[in-house]
């Protein structure tokens, strides 16, 4: 019955927003509107199939990718369709009102047909989400950008001027449909020549079966004195179904392991001393910490900390930038640098010279790029991956670089 109903909800915004384009393509030719009227009507048959297929078939588990990037594109339509809506709200309010005057009146003879202005404009207002998010799947979700920062830092000792650090956060790597550009990315994290790499969590969406494919490439990410990751909300399994509280955790364990074949060193609420230049510095890392009730609290930063107080510099990685907040200005002050990601600026918003928009910061009080607090710094990166939207508009896949001055 829940379906019967949800197919009559969309039939019905199916029909509503066609009166847009039935009004725009009078005086068209009948090839024209035939064409325009197949492939409009062609998206809902489309979708009804699709739900189909993903009920009765194993297709969205052996083609998730593929899954994703046509669900997608049906979202997009009905989004574009919902758009179109209000505005032919206000068309039929207008000629409503229009009769209600005309009977008053006594003026029966009054034309009450639809706006070709509002039709016409409801169109091309329907068409910006389609366009755009349509363009964020064909050309950006492996667009990858390289931000560099330079970041001074109070009483940095000679020895570690010029420190160049590369981050990157939240691989998703469940998301991938294609290979080969993820290469190009490890490419320009190498070409950096980076001191150390910092990698803050959300390996994958899931399962760490989603890796499989990605170990080789993965693994060729280089640094001088090597590469350190944590762990995000979603490498925990939390968001899958398991049959049992042991096959949770053995997901988990062979997501610890990947990171060690990768090479990488997972800091597990613990952190590695480094020698640099006759200098130590702590590289602390603690697990998923997120000051959002909807997010886990696994990290221990107090045990993380522990036995770093004779460090020349202190730099952490938590995956969630809430963290920062939450503990970190307040409780470790010590700690110049806060690593996290997370947000994926949400995938979606504005960046240019003196702006910055997108609906993250609805959610996250620091949601992408630089923040500082007094003399502390906090860096959260835009992520290399994606989730749920195979694409990204306005806010491309990151690879940080961030080095070190004294202030």
């Known amino acids: 019955m829940r379906f019967l109903i949800l197919i009559l909800f969309l039939l019905a915004i199916d029909v509503y927003a066609f009166q847009a384009f039935r009004v725009v393509m009078q005086g068209w030719s009948a090839s024209t509107r035939a064409i325009v009227t197949t492939v409009y009507w062609a998206i809902p048959v489309f979708a009804l199939l699709l739900w189909l297929v993903a009920d009765f078939t194993s297709f969205p588990q052996t083609n998730k990718g593929v899954y994703t990037i046509l669900r997608t594109v049906v979202f997009i339509a009905y989004i574009s369709k919902f758009v179109i809506l209000p505005i032919l709200l206000i068309d039929d309010l207008r000629r409503l009102v229009t009769l209600a005057i005309s009977r ?86 190498n070409q950096v020549n980076a001191d150390l790499v910092f990698f803050t969590g959300d390996l994958v969406n899931n399962v760490a079966d989603e890796m499989d494919n990605f ?14 990751s944590v762990l995000g909300n979603h490498d925990y399994g939390d968001y899958a179904e398991w049959d049992s509280r042991e096959a949770k955790q053995a997901n988990l364990d062979k997501l610890k392991v990947i990171h060690k074949k990768l090479g990488w060193n997972l800091l597990l609420n613990e952190h590695r001393i480094l020698d640099l230049n006759g200098q130590k510095i702590a590289v602390i890392g603690v ?17 993380a900390h522990q036995g770093t107080d004779d460090v020349s510099l202190k730099l952490l990685l938590s995956h969630d930038p809430t963290h920062w907040n939450e503990q970190v200005t307040k409780t470790f002050q010590d700690i110049a640098i806060t690593f996290s990601g997370h947000t994926h600026g949400f995938q979606f918003g504005i960046e240019i010279p003196g702006f910055r928009w997108s609906p993250a910061q609805f959610i996250y009080k620091q949601w992408a790029g630089l923040y500082q607090q007094g003399k502390q710094y906090l860096y959260v990166n835009r992520g290399l991956g994606f989730l749920g939207y195979p694409g990204r508009v306005g806010i491309l896949p990151e690879v940080t670089v961030i080095e070190l001055r004294k202030a």
């Open 104 to 189: 008053f009146n006594n003026k029966p003879e009054v034309d009450l047909s639809r706006s070709r202005f509002l039709s016409q404009f409801g169109i091309v207002m329907g068409s910006i989400p389609f366009l755009s998010l349509t363009y964020g799947i064909v050309r950006n979700p492996y667009r990858y950008k390289i931000f560099r920062e330079t970041v001074k830092i109070d009483g940095l000792p000679p020895e570690l001027e010029g420190l160049k650090i590369a981050q990157i956060s939240d691989i998703h790597s469940g998301s991938f449909t294609f290979k080969e550009p993820v290469m190009h990315a490890i490419e320009m994290i």
């Open 215 to 228: 170990m080789d490439v993965f693994d060729k990410i280089r640094a001088k004195h090597g590469v350190y």
């Open 287 to 303: 697990e998923n910490y997120s000051a959002l009730a909807r997010f886990p609290k696994y990290g221990d930063l107090n045990q």
